[in-house]
C-alpha cells in the first residue's frame, strides 16, 4: 500500500508572496505523482504531475519538486492569488497502476 | 469537468435504505473510480472498474458493490446505507494516468 501525508491542514499567505505546499509518501516503489486543486463545493482539478524519472516540473506559477530519497514533494507556487485559496491534495501512484493515494490535503488561505 | 457528470448531487436518506449514485463521461475513458471524502481523510478509493463488467475493490469497499454495463456509465450502490457512509462521493476517469474528477454527490444517511 501506500500512506500519504501533507505537513500542514493549513496555510495562509500574503497575496504575492509564494506558496509551498509539502507532501510525503511512504512507499518507495511509487513512481507517478500529481497535485490536485479543490475549491469548495467542487471536485479537484488537476495541478501538475511529475514522474520519478524527473526532480523538478514547472508549469504557469506552479512548481513541482521531488525528492526520492527522503520520499517528499512539494508544490511551489509564485506570486499566490486570491483566486488560488483552495485545498491542495497530493496524490501518488504507480505509473503502471491503477490506484491513487490521496493526502489528507492542506487548506490554502491567501490574505489581501 | 472533463466531461464527467454525477446524479443526484445531493441526497438525504435513511438507515437501511438502498441509495444508488450514477456516474457518466462522455469521454470514453478505460478506467473509472468511485472514492469518498470525509474530514480528517484523503480521498479514499471505494471500487474502480477498468472495462465494461469489469471492476475490483478499492481501500474502503465494504458495504459498497459497483457496476458498470456501458463504458460510459459507472454505478455505485449502498446496499442498506448506514450513517457511516455520509460522506462526499467523487467519481473519476482515467485514460492512463491523469485522473478526472466529477462535481461530487453529497450522501447524507439519517
Known amino acids: 500500500g501506500e500512506s500519504v501525508g501533507l505537513h500542514l491542514p493549513t496555510l495562509s499567505v500574503q497575496e504575492g508572496d509564494n506558496s509551498i505546499i509539502n507532501c510525503a509518501y511512504s512507499n518507495s516503489a511509487s513512481d507517478y505523482f500529481i497535485w490536485y486543486k479543490q475549491e469548495s463545493g467542487k471536485g479537484p482539478q488537476f495541478i501538475i504531475d511529475i514522474r520519478s524519472n524527473m526532480d523538478k516540473r514547472q508549469g504557469q506559477r506552479v512548481t513541482v519538486l521531488l525528492n526520492k530519497t527522503v520520499k517528499h514533494l512539494s508544490l511551489q507556487i509564485a506570486a499566490t492569488q486570491p483566486g488560488d485559496s483552495a485545498v491542495y491534495f497530493c496524490?501518488?501512484?504507480?505509473?503502471?497502476?491503477?490506484?491513487?493515494?490521496f493526502g489528507t490535503g492542506t487548506s490554502l488561505t491567501v490574505i489581501p | 469537468d472533463a466531461g464527467i457528470t454525477q446524479s443526484p448531487r445531493h441526497k438525504v436518506t435513511e438507515t437501511g435504505t438502498p441509495v444508488t449514485l450514477r456516474c457518466h463521461q462522455t469521454?470514453?475513458?478505460?478506467?473509472m473510480y468511485w472514492y469518498r471524502q470525509d474530514p480528517g481523510h484523503g480521498l479514499r478509493l471505494i471500487h474502480y472498474?477498468?472495462?465494461?463488467?469489469?471492476?475490483d475493490k478499492g481501500e474502503v469497499s465494504d458495504g459498497y458493490s459497483v457496476s458498470r454495463s456501458k463504458t460510459e456509465d459507472f454505478l455505485l450502490t449502498l446496499e442498506s446505507a448506514t450513517s457511516s457512509q455520509t460522506s462526499v462521493y467523487f467519481c473519476?476517469?482515467?485514460?492512463?494516468?491523469?485522473?478526472?474528477f466529477g462535481p461530487g454527490t453529497r450522501l447524507t444517511v439519517l
Open positions: 496524490a501518488v501512484a504507480r505509473w503502471t497502476g491503477n490506484q491513487f493515494y
Open positions: 473519476a476517469i482515467s485514460s492512463g494516468n491523469e485522473q478526472f
Open positions: 472498474s477498468y472495462g465494461v463488467k469489469d471492476t
Open positions: 469521454e470514453n475513458h478505460r478506467y
